[in-house]
């Protein structure tokens, strides 16, 4: 049976990451919303592994996030700042950390000596998410590494790496509700390789910013 693309991979991380910054900040931090958005990261790291194997310039792709992170930190912080929540760096800079990593893991398997530091640089950098998206960015670029060819296998080393990353998440100070995010395990399962539509380069990386930016005029809006 035909299962899901990268195109609706894509699809279902955007939705998803919308309906949990709706909940979040124009919602009063509505749960049912936010238990639906725990579904986003993990589907966003799974097309950052995809795109790092398949990319035709692997820093022209790099220097994207990085940019990105950039331009979308000031609406990151100003939501975060309005609403009196624990600021933190977006996560495009732990997409950063994660990328320089998977590089580093091309070169040499001794490179996973490196591991542990990227994940405490990601906590001491306070990035959304901390440690436990290094962890997951990590285990799920080894799963496409070692089983490009066995889904099977690729994808249950892919729900291991789902399921340490929640683990260290709380064992860092987080709480359980981000055991939510094992709901992505159902699309990345039904995930088959292929890349189906997708939308234009310029919709999908400038989405993030931007829709942070609207949530934010939402709010002086309806909540001034």
């Excluded at 035909?2 to 990451?17: C, D, E, N, P, R």
């Excluded at 933190?88 to 490196?114: P, R």
Aim: with cysteine; charged share 10%.
């Amino acid at each position: 049976m035909k299962g899901f693309s990268s195109a609706i991979i894509q699809i279902l991380a955007l939705l998803t990451m919308t309906v949990d910054h709706f909940g979040l900040f124009l919602m009063g931090d509505f749960m049912p919303y936010r238990a639906i958005g725990r579904m986003a990261m993990p589907l966003f790291v799974l097309m950052l592994t995809e795109g790092f194997m398949h990319t035709r310039s692997r820093w022209r792709y790099f220097w994207r996030i990085v940019g990105l992170g950039v331009l979308a930190e000031l609406p990151f912080w100003l939501l975060h700042v309005v609403f009196g929540y624990p600021m933190t760096i977006t996560l495009l800079f732990g997409f950063a950390i994660g990328f320089v990593l998977m590089a580093l893991l091309e070169k040499s398997w001794w490179c996973l000596a490196i591991a542990p530091i990227a994940v405490l640089g990601a906590q001491a950098l306070n990035v959304e998410y901390g440690g436990s998206l290094i962890v997951m960015i990590g285990i799920f670029y080894v799963a496409k590494r070692c089983f490009p060819e066995q889904a099977v296998a690729r994808k249950m080393l892919q729900s291991l790496g789902l399921v340490a990353s929640c683990v260290f998440y709380y064992l860092s100070g987080g709480d359980l509700f981000q055991f939510w995010s094992l709901l992505a395990l159902l699309p990345i399962w039904a995930y088959d390789g292929s890349k189906g539509k997708r939308a234009p380069r310029v919709f999908s990386y400038l989405y993030y910013p931007a829709h942070l930016l609207v949530i934010f005029l939402l709010m002086l809006i309806f909540y001034r």
